[in-house]
């Protein structure tokens, strides 16, 4: 079992950075590879970046390519996401979660990110 809990959500303007921070629990955090996703308002939860169980392979969404960057401290079971450059359209909750292998089998509750115009 693992227990996500993200952090450092907020009202920022455009351009500014954030850096959302989800603590894990459970011994085998290193185990797992760790993604976060965002969900805007009427629109569906949808893929942001994913960061390997050693933290060497990281893929992101076309969307946030240059501009996010994920890492994971496996001896503080943390993983981060710096977002820079942040636009309107980055507005929306932000879920940190924990894979095994395929599904995405642990989600945190989320923080929420406005960026204003």
């Known amino acids: 079992q693992v227990q996500l809990v993200e952090s450092g959500g907020g009202l920022v303007q455009a351009g500014d950075s954030l850096r959302l921070s989800c603590a894990a629990s459970?011994?085998?955090?290193?185990?797992?590879?760790m993604g976060w996703f965002r969900q805007a308002p009427g629109k569906e939860r949808e893929f942001v970046a994913q960061?390997?169980?050693?933290?060497?392979?990281?893929f992101y969404a076309d969307s946030v390519k240059g501009r996010f960057t994920i890492s994971r401290d496996n001896a503080k079971n943390m993983v981060y996401l710096q977002m820079n450059s942040l636009k309107p359209e980055d507005t929306a909750v932000y879920y940190c979660?924990?894979?095994?292998?395929?599904?995405?089998?642990?989600w945190g509750q989320g923080t929420q990110v406005t960026v204003s115009s």
């Open positions: 960061i390997g169980w050693s933290g060497t392979s990281t």
């Open positions: 459970g011994r085998t955090f290193s185990a797992y590879s």
């Open positions: 979660a924990a894979t095994a292998a395929i599904q995405w089998n642990y």
